[in-house]
């Protein structure tokens, strides 16, 4: 009988060359959308050592950014810093403070005259 080795990596996220999940879709969309843009410059008819230096040069910063954000906010930092964004800082209420604690009667009790 054949021996078989068991995959140990069933459950984990994905990762390259030490970039987690969410990096690997910033890194590789981000080189897409670079390639996308050098044909475009090239297309158009710009030079191309001209094209090529605005690819490598912003290949370059795309991947040094990449691994940057990798090491700084690890593999869930970066969405719990954009969801801390979304997230007020705090609350203002500017009622009344008699009013706070007043008994709140909704439509629904009005209606079916269930006060309690």
């Not at 940057?68 to 954009?82: C, I, S, T």
């Amino acid at each position: 009988m054949g021996t078989f080795s068991i995959n140990r990596g069933i459950g984990r996220n994905a990762e390259f060359s030490g970039l987690k999940t969410q990096y690997l879709f910033i890194f590789a969309g981000g080189l897409l959308g670079v390639f996308i843009v050098f044909v475009i410059l090239f297309m158009i008819g710009i030079n191309q050592w001209t094209c090529i230096a605005f690819g490598v040069v912003s290949a370059l910063i795309l991947v040094y950014g990449t691994f940057y954000l990798n090491r700084k906010y690890g593999e869930h930092g970066l969405m719990k810093m954009q969801a801390r964004r979304n997230h007020p800082r705090y609350v203002i209420n500017r009622q009344r403070i008699a009013r706070l604690f007043q008994l709140r009667i909704t439509n629904y009790e009005l209606r079916n005259n269930n006060f309690e």
